[in-house]
């Protein structure tokens, strides 16, 4: 597996989690999704129709905050509320990947009910 991939893995964790496990286009659910846009922000070439790295990764963050709205509608503690609406707030002001894998990876973690 592609250094990119790997960690674009906690995306698609994150993102499966949410919706059952059930990847699709209109979620974004995919390693994929995540790794081309590391690798456009590394300056590697994507797929001959990808878009460059801004487009995409404006992209990655709706299907972030969609997840956590989606998070946002589950039954959950006042503290865990304010975390996603956090976590929300980080996802717009995102300028990176790894910011958006950190979102990614705290979200998980705080909605992992074997955690």
């Known amino acids: 597996m592609s250094d990119s991939l790997s960690l674009a893995a906690i995306y698609e964790s994150f993102l499966l989690q949410v919706y059952g496990g059930k990847p699709t286009t209109k979620n974004g659910a995919y390693a994929s999704v995540m790794a081309n ?21 404006e992209k990655v963050k709706e299907y972030i905050l969609l997840a956590l709205d ?38 998980y973690l705080l909605i992992d009910p074997n955690v």
């Open 70 to 107: 989606k998070v946002l509608k589950w039954k959950m503690s006042q503290s865990h509320r304010d975390s996603i609406e956090g976590l929300k707030k980080k996802t717009r002001s995102a300028r990176s990947s790894s910011e958006l894998l950190e979102v990614c990876e705290f979200a």
């Open 37 to 57: 846009l590391i690798n456009k922000e590394k300056g590697k070439r994507g797929p001959a129709n990808s878009p460059d790295a801004e487009v995409q990764l």
